[in-house]
């Protein structure tokens, strides 16, 4: 499995932005992805994941009501939308799969295949 995170960029607060996690090489259908996130000096953080279906989801706290996770497993890509955004928001977002389908796990080690990040800058 490759994927290609997408979609970041220059926002100021209360903008959105909508991040893509595209599989070039393997299917995305069969596996649950998660989003994570890392500021510079900063440990890596979990945003938010989903279970290979779309069904359900998980998120953090610190993004509950502003972010939603969604896929579309036609378009073998899962998305992640950011609402609301925050100064405290800015960092670089990444996307991971499990080959565990059903798995919203917090932690980076549940996740076998992971994408280069895209950056999110939040001026205020």
């Known amino acids: 499995v490759q994927l290609q995170a997408s979609g970041g960029g220059l926002v100021q607060a209360g903008d959105s932005l909508t991040l893509s996690c595209r599989s070039s090489?393997?299917?995305?259908?069969?596996?649950?992805v998660a989003w994570f996130r890392q500021a510079p000096g900063k440990e890596r953080e979990f945003v938010a994941a989903?279970?290979?279906?779309?069904?359900?989801?998980s998120m953090s706290d610190s993004v509950k009501g502003r972010f939603t996770v969604s896929r579309d497993n036609t378009r073998n890509t899962a998305y992640l939308r950011l609402n609301s955004l925050r100064p405290e928001d800015q960092a670089i977002y990444s996307c991971?799969?499990?080959?565990?389908?059903?798995?919203?796990?917090?932690?980076?080690?549940?996740?076998?295949?992971w994408g280069q990040g895209t950056q999110v800058t939040v001026s205020s």
């Open positions: 090489q393997g299917p995305l259908g069969s596996r649950a």
């Open positions: 991971a799969v499990s080959n565990n389908p059903f798995t919203r796990s917090s932690s980076p080690s549940d996740y076998d295949y």
């Open positions: 989903i279970e290979w279906s779309g069904r359900m989801s």
